[in-house]
C-alpha cells in the first residue's frame, strides 16, 4: 500500500511540473510581450517598461519560470495588475463561492445517482428502470446552462422562491448562502448525476453477471445479500473513474453556471481577467484549477487501492 | 450476421431509428440554410423585435428583429460544424496514438502517450479554450482547437483499451509468424476490429462537442457575433428572460434535441453493433 | 435411501428445449459422475438442482433432495436450502470468488448467513474448514485475498466455501477442468476424501470420462439434453451398450493409425536456449530483476517426426514456442531449422507454421477465409492463388466455397480445420501445433488428429506437439520431452518414457494422469 501511495504521488508531481510548464509556456507565447500584451497597443513606452520591471520580465524565461512556481508553493500568487492586489487574497476570496459550490453539486451528483443506478440495475427491465434510463438520457442532453435559465425564469422570475442571482456572502448566515447555491449546484449536478447513475447501473449489472455472484448464490444469500455483499464493492471500481473525470466537468462547469446567476466566484474572476488582459490572475488561475484536478485524481487512486486488494499488493 | 440483417435489426431498434431521426432533422436543417433561410438572419428589423411565436414567425423574433428559426437554422451549420472538426481532430490523432501505444505496450512510447493523455484531462476544454482565448483571443477556430484536443485521449485511451486485448489474440501471433509488423498488423487486425467502438463513441463525442461548442459560445469563448450560434442565442436571451422566454427556449430546445439524438443513436448503435448483445 | 431423486426433468429457455426427461438418483455417499460434452445439458441438470438457472427458464418434472421437493419451494426455502444442504463447486476458480473480499470472510459467511453465528466463531470455523481443505492456517491465513492464491488454492476455497456447513449433497460442475493435472488429481483425492469423511453424496459433472472413471460409483452419460446411459462406473467399460457411450470410450482413448517414417536427419535444433523476462523493479531506481522461463533447453526434431512437449502451465512451454517461431529473443543459444538461424535469418522461417488452441480467437472475425488462411503467404511476398486456397481446404476436409464465408460460420472443430488449412498453405516442413486440440471435444478431437496424421504423410510434415494432455501426446507422438519449471527433465521414444519414466517429476505427472479402464 505505502508502495502503490509513493508511486501515485510521483506521478502526481510529475503532472503538477508538466502542467505548470505547459501553462508557463503559453502565457510566454503570447504575440509581443505579456506587457504589452496586458496594457494595449496605445500604452506609453515608459508605462510598458514599468510594468516590464513590475512582472520581472527583464529576467531569463527559467529564471521566472523559477520564481513564478516558487512563488505558489509559498503561496505567493503575483500581484493583480488590474486589482492592484496579490492575487492570492483575490483568489482565497472567490474560492469560498467556488469549491462550496463544488463540493455542494458533487454530493448533490453522488447522493442522488447512487440510489436511483442501484434502483434500476436491481430492478432491471421494469418500469422504475425504463424511466430512470429515459431521464437520465435526457439529463445528460441537457445543457446544464440552460437549464440553469429555465430554473431562474421558473423558481425566480415566476415562483420567486429563489433569487436570479447573486450572492449575500457567509456573513449572511450559512442558510442563506446554501440557499443561494442551491438553484447553481443543482444545475452543475443534473447532467453529472444522470451520467453516474447510467454508469452505476450498467456497471452493477456486469459485475451481477459475474461467477462470484453465482458463488454467493449457492452459498443461500439472496438476491439482495449477493448485491449489498458481493457486488456494490466490485461494482464501485469503474464508478470511482467516472467520479474522478466528473470533478473536472463539475469546475469547469461552474465557471459556467457563476456567469448565469452572477456568482462572485472563480468563474467570474477569470472571464474579468480574460478581458482586462490581466495574465498573472489568468495563469493562476488555471495552476489552480489544474492542480484540484490532479489531487482529486490522486485521491480516486487511493479510493481505488481501498477497493481493490489487487492494487495494493501489486507496487 | 448479413449486411441485410444487420439493416432490418437497426429499423427494429427504437433508439436507433429516433436517435437518427431526430440528428437527420438538424443536419437538413442546416445544409437547407445554406441555400435558403425563412428570413435573413443578418438584416436587423427593430420594429419587429421580441416578438412572441406566431404564423408569420413560427419561433418568434430576437431583441434585434431577427428572425429565431432562421438563426436556428443557421446555429445548426456551427454546431454541426465545430463538432464535426472537432471529432475529426480527436479521432484523427487520438486514434494513430493509442494503436501506436498498444503496438509497444508497456515500453517507453506508450508510457509516453499515457502520462499525456492523462496531463491533458486535468485541463477540462473549458480551461483549454481560457487558455487559448487568452493568448489568442476568442474565435470559432479556438473553440474548435480546444474541444479537438480534449478529443484526443479521449479516442487515444479508448482505442488502447480496444486493441490490448486484441493483441494477446491468437490471430496476431499468427500474422506475426506470417512475418507482418506491427504497423501493417494494427491496420489489417486491429483497427477493423475498433470501428465499430469508434463509431460509437464518435456519436458521443460529436454529441459532447455540440454541448461544449454551445457553453464555450455562450461565455463568449466561441463563436463570435454575428454568426448564429445556439449558445451565444442563449446568452443574448439571459438578460431577457422575463419578457421574452420563447428567446431562451427554442435555441435550448435546439441543442437539448440535437443532443438527445446523437446519443440515442449511438446507445442504438452500440447495441447493434456489439456482438455480445446482438447474439444475446 | 436417495439423496437426490431427480424424475422427468425437463428445462426450456426462453422456449427452447434444452433438457428432455432427464432422471438421475444416488444415494449418500455415492459419487455419481455425469458425462457429456459441451451443449449436453449436463451443467443445466446440476443448476435445475440449486434452481440457479438463468432468466426465462422453465422447469418442469420432479426433483428431491433428500426428500424435499425442490421446484415447489418458495424462494426463500432455497436460499435456506443452498448452501447448508447442498455445496455447489464451480469450474472457474479464477473468477469463481469475489476478488476485494479475503478467504476467510467468503468460507465464513456460508456460516454466518445460515446459522447467525458471531463473527469471530464463524472465522474460526471458516480456519477450520480451510484445513480441512488442506489450507493450514500456517501458510494460508483468513486474511489473503483470491489473487495471492494459485488457481488449484483458489478451488479448495471453493471447495471449501461449499463444505462449511457439512451439506447432504455436494454438487461439482466440472472442477478440474481449468487446473493442471497434478492439481487436477490432488482436488479429486480431496473430493473423495471429504465425501468418504462426511458421508455426503457428490454429484461430479465432466466431460472427461478418464477423471469421472476413477472417482464415481456410477456413470451417467448425456447427450443432447438426454441421459443415454447409465452404469455402474467400475464395469462401464465392459457393460456400455449405447453406441454414443461406446463412441465417447472409444474418441477418449483414439489411436490414430500411424506409420513410422521418421528420417534420421535433423530439421529443427534448439540449442542450449535460454529466455529471461524482466520483472518490474522493485525499487525506483533499481535494476529489473528477471525470471527465467526458458533454461538451457536442448533438443531436436527429426524430419518427418511426431514430437510431443508436455508440461503443466507455467513451465515455460509457450514462451520456448515464441522463441521457436523466432518472436521472442532469447538470451542464450540458437535455434536453427534446417540448419538455418531463425533470428538471423528470418527468411527460413517460412518453412515452419502454428496451430493454436483456441479455434474461437485465432481468426480475425472480420475477414473471409480465404483471406484468413491465405495469410502466410506475406512470408513469400504474394498472394495466393484460387486454387492453392482450394487446395488447401479441401485437404483438410472442407468444401473450397466455404473460402467465402466469415468464421463464425464455422463450428470449433471446423475451425481449427481451417487453421490447419492456415498452417499447410504455404507447403511449411515444421508445424508447430500448440494444444491445438486441447479445447475440443473428444470425439472431434479424434476426427483432428487423424487428419493430423494423415497431413503429415500426405505431405511429409513434421510436427512439434505442444500439450499438456498425455493420453493425447501418447496416442500421436514418437518421441516425448518433458518439460517443468523452464527446463527439459526427461526425453525419449514415447513408449519408454510411458512405461519406464527416469525423471521424479515425469513420474509424478503420469501418476497424476487419470486413466480410462481397460
Redesign the interface.
Known amino acids: 500500500m505505502l508502495r502503490y501511495t509513493v508511486k501515485r504521488l510521483g506521478?502526481l508531481l510529475?503532472?503538477l511540473v508538466?502542467?505548470s510548464l505547459?501553462?508557463f509556456a503559453?502565457?510566454e507565447?503570447?504575440?509581443g510581450d505579456p506587457a504589452s500584451f496586458m496594457l494595449g497597443i496605445n500604452a506609453q513606452p515608459d508605462t510598458v517598461a514599468a510594468l516590464r520591471e513590475e512582472l520581472g520580465l527583464n529576467r531569463a524565461p527559467h529564471e521566472r519560470y523559477i520564481a513564478w512556481v516558487g512563488g505558489l508553493m509559498t503561496g505567493d500568487f503575483g500581484t493583480s495588475y488590474t486589482y492592484r492586489s496579490p492575487v492570492s487574497e483575490i483568489v482565497v476570496e472567490r474560492l469560498a463561492i467556488s469549491l462550496p459550490l463544488a463540493i455542494y453539486a458533487l454530493s448533490l451528483t453522488i447522493l442522488v445517482a447512487f440510489p436511483v443506478g442501484i434502483l434500476a440495475a436491481t430492478r432491471r427491465g421494469s418500469l422504475t428502470d425504463i424511466s430512470v434510463m429515459a431521464t437520465t438520457?435526457?439529463g445528460?442532453?441537457?445543457?446544464n446552462?440552460?437549464f440553469a435559465?429555465?430554473m431562474?425564469?421558473i423558481f425566480a422570475?415566476n415562483l420567486r422562491w429563489f433569487s436570479a442571482g447573486g450572492f449575500p456572502g457567509w456573513d449572511e448566515g450559512i442558510p442563506a448562502a446554501i440557499k443561494a447555491l442551491t438553484l447553481p449546484a443543482i444545475a452543475l449536478a443534473l447532467p453529472q448525476a444522470s451520467i453516474l447513475a447510467r454508469v452505476m447501473r450498467s456497471s452493477l449489472l456486469d459485475t451481477l453477471s459475474e461467477d462470484y455472484i453465482r458463488t454467493a448464490r449457492a452459498k443461500g444469500l439472496t438476491g439482495r445479500q449477493a448485491l449489498r455483499r458481493h457486488a456494490l464493492r466490485n461494482a464501485l471500481i469503474p464508478v470511482l473513474t467516472i467520479i474522478g473525470?466528473q470533478f473536472?466537468?463539475l469546475?469547469?462547469?461552474a465557471?459556467?453556471i457563476e456567469?448565469?446567476f452572477f456568482l462572485p466566484g472563480l468563474g467570474r474572476l477569470?472571464?474579468q481577467a480574460?478581458s482586462q488582459?490581466d495574465?498573472i490572475v489568468?495563469e493562476s488561475v488555471?495552476m489552480l484549477?489544474?492542480f484540484a484536478?490532479?489531487i482529486v485524481?490522486f485521491l480516486v487512486d487511493l479510493a481505488y487501492a481501498w477497493v481493490d486488494p489487487r492494487l495494493r499488493s501489486r507496487a | 450476421m448479413t449486411e441485410d440483417g444487420l439493416f432490418r435489426a437497426a429499423l427494429k431498434s427504437r433508439n436507433l431509428v429516433v436517435g437518427h431521426l431526430l440528428a437527420a432533422a438538424f443536419a437538413i436543417g442546416a445544409l437547407l440554410s445554406l441555400f435558403w433561410t425563412p428570413y435573413d438572419v443578418t438584416e436587423l428589423t427593430i420594429a419587429t423585435r421580441l416578438q412572441a411565436p406566431s404564423a408569420v414567425h413560427w419561433f418568434g423574433t430576437d431583441h434585434f428583429g431577427r428572425d429565431i428559426l432562421s438563426m436556428i437554422m443557421v446555429g445548426a451549420q456551427t454546431s454541426i460544424a465545430v463538432a464535426i472538426v472537432a471529432v475529426g481532430i480527436g479521432m484523427g490523432i487520438g486514434v494513430p496514438l493509442g494503436l501506436a501505444a498498444a503496438a509497444r505496450r508497456g515500453r517507453l512510447l506508450d508510457e509516453t502517450i499515457m502520462?499525456g493523455n492523462?496531463?491533458v484531462?486535468?485541463?477540462?476544454?473549458?480551461?483549454i479554450a481560457?487558455?487559448i482565448?487568452?493568448?489568442?483571443g476568442p474565435s470559432a477556430l479556438n473553440a474548435i482547437i480546444a474541444i479537438g484536443i480534449f478529443n484526443i485521449p479521449v479516442f487515444a485511451r479508448l482505442t488502447r483499451g480496444a486493441a490490448l486485448p486484441l493483441w494477446t489474440?491468437?490471430?496476431i501471433?499468427?500474422?506475426?509468424?506470417?512475418?507482418?509488423g506491427p504497423v501493417r498488423i494494427s491496420v489489417?487486425?486491429i483497427l477493423?476490429?475498433v470501428t465499430n467502438l469508434l463509431i460509437v463513441q464518435g456519436t458521443i463525442q460529436f454529441?459532447l462537442g455540440i454541448?461544449a461548442e454551445?457553453?464555450l459560445s455562450?461565455?463568449?469563448l466561441g463563436v463570435q457575433p454575428p454568426t448564429p450560434s445556439w449558445?451565444r442565442m442563449?446568452a443574448d436571451?439571459?438578460t431577457l428572460?422575463?419578457i421574452a422566454?420563447h428567446m431562451?427556449m427554442f435555441?435550448?430546445f435546439a441543442?437539448?434535441?440535437t443532443?438527445?439524438g446523437l446519443?440515442?443513436a449511438g446507445?442504438g448503435l452500440r447495441d447493434l453493433l456489439d456482438p455480445r448483445i446482438r447474439n444475446a | 435411501m436417495t439423496l437426490l431423486d431427480i424424475q422427468d426433468l425437463a428445462l426450456s429457455i426462453h422456449g427452447t428445449p434444452v433438457l428432455k426427461g432427464v432422471s438421475l438418483d444416488f444415494a449418500p455417499g455415492e459419487v455419481c459422475g455425469v458425462i457429456g460434452e459441451s451443449g449436453s445439458g449436463k451443467s443445466l441438470t446440476a443448476l435445475s438442482a440449486m434452481q440457479l438457472l438463468p432468466e426465462g427458464s422453465d422447469c418442469s418434472g420432479r426433483i428431491t433432495i433428500a426428500g424435499r421437493d425442490v421446484l415447489s419451494m418458495r424462494e426463500a426455502e432455497l436460499c435456506r436450502m443452498r448452501g447448508a444442504d447442498v455445496g455447489m463447486v464451480f469450474q472457474e476458480p479464477m473468477t469463481a470468488l469475489n476478488p476485494v473480499q479475503t478467504i476467510g470472510h467468503q468460507v465464513a459467511e456460508t456460516i454466518l448467513i445460515h446459522e447467525g453465528a458471531s463473527n469471530v466463531e464463524a472465522m474460526s470455523r471458516a480456519a477450520e474448514t480451510l484445513a480441512r481443505c488442506e489450507l493450514p492456517q500456517s501458510r494460508f491465513p483468513l486474511d489473503r485475498y483470491p489473487h495471492e492464491l494459485s488457481g488449484g488454492q483458489r478451488q479448495r476455497v471453493v471447495i471449501a466455501i461449499a463444505i462449511a456447513l457439512g451439506p447432504k449433497l455436494l454438487i461439482a460442475d466440472e472442477p478440474t477442468t481449468a487446473l493442471d493435472v497434478t492439481t487436477q488429481a490432488e482436488i479429486l483425492l480431496l473430493l473423495r476424501r471429504l465425501v468418504d469423511e462426511d458421508g455426503m453424496g457428490l454429484m461430479l459433472i465432466s466431460h472427461d470420462l478418464a477423471v469421472v472413471a476413477g472417482l464415481a460409483d456410477d456413470v451417467v452419460i448425456m447427450k443432447d439434453g438426454e441421459v443415454v446411459e447409465r452404469r455402474t462406473a467400475r464395469t462401464l467399460h465392459r457393460d456400455m451398450t449405447h453406441p454414443y457411450t461406446k463412441a465417447l470410450f472409444e474418441a477418449s482413448g483414439h489411436q490414430p493409425d500411424r506409420t513410422e517414417s521418421r528420417i534420421e536427419e535433423s530439421l529443427l535444433k534448439v540449442e542450449n536456449v535460454s529466455r529471461d523476462y524482466l520483472l518490474p523493479r522493485r525499487t525506483f531506481l533499481g535494476a529489473h530483476p528477471t525470471m527465467r522461463a526458458v533454461d538451457s533447453v536442448r533438443f531436436e526434431v527429426r524430419r518427418g517426426e511426431c514430437v510431443g512437449l508436455v508440461g503443466e502451465s507455467g513451465c515455460g512451454k509457450s514462451t520456448l514456442t515464441?522463441a521457436i517461431?523466432g518472436?521472442e529473443p532469447v538470451q542464450e543459444g540458437r535455434i536453427t531449422l534446417d540448419g538455418r538461424d531463425v533470428f538471423t535469418e528470418?527468411d527460413v522461417?517460412?518453412k515452419?507454421?502454428?496451430v493454436?488452441?483456441?479455434p474461437f480467437?485465432?481468426?480475425?472475425?472480420?475477414h473471409r477465409v480465404a483471406r484468413l488462411v491465405s495469410?502466410?503467404?506475406?512470408?513469400l511476398s504474394r498472394s495466393a492463388t484460387t486454387e492453392e486456397i482450394d487446395e488447401a481446404l479441401t485437404s483438410v476436409g472442407l468444401a473450397p466455397k466455404d473460402k467465402h464465408k466469415y468464421i463464425h460460420e464455422f463450428s470449433g472443430g471446423q475451425r481449427q480445420r481451417i487453421a490447419i488449412a492456415?498452417a499447410l498453405i504455404i507447403r511449411p516442413e515444421l508445424i508447430i501445433l500448440d494444444e491445438a486440440v486441447s479445447a475440443l471435444d473428444v470425439s472431434i478431437r479424434a476426427q483432428i488428429l487423424d487428419l493430423l496424421v494423415d497431413l503429415s504423410v500426405t505431405y511429409g510434415l513434421t510436427y512439434l506437439f505442444i500439450t499438456h494432455d498425455l493420453t493425447v501426446v501418447r496416442s500421436i507422438a514418437d518421441r516425448i520431452l518433458v518439460m517443468h519449471a523452464g527446463r527439459i527433465v526427461e526425453q525419449g521414444n514415447t513408449d519408454d518414457v510411458f512405461e519406464a519414466p527416469r525423471d521424479a517429476y515425469t513420474r509424478r505427472l503420469l501418476d497424476a494422469a487419470p486413466k480410462l479402464p481397460a
Open positions: 506521478s510529475a503532472s508538466v502542467a505547459v501553462i503559453c502565457i507565447v503570447v504575440p438520457q435526457l445528460i442532453a441537457i445543457p446552462f440552460w435559465l429555465l431562474v425564469l422570475v473525470l473536472s466537468f469546475l469547469a462547469g465557471i459556467i456567469n448565469v477569470v472571464f480574460i488582459r495574465l489568468v488555471v484549477l489544474v484536478v490532479i485524481n | 502520462r492523462d496531463l484531462f486535468a485541463f477540462p476544454s473549458l480551461l481560457i487558455m482565448t487568452t493568448v489568442f489474440r491468437d490471430y501471433l499468427s500474422a506475426r509468424v506470417s512475418g507482418k489489417e487486425h477493423p476490429n454529441s454541448l454551445a457553453a455562450y461565455v463568449g449558445g442563449l436571451s439571459q428572460i422575463a422566454p431562451a435555441p435550448g441543442i437539448l434535441l443532443v438527445l446519443n440515442l446507445d | 515464441r517461431l518472436l528470418p522461417r517460412r515452419m507454421q502454428v493454436f488452441q483456441d480467437g485465432s481468426f480475425n472475425p472480420r495469410e502466410p503467404f506475406h512470408r492456415r
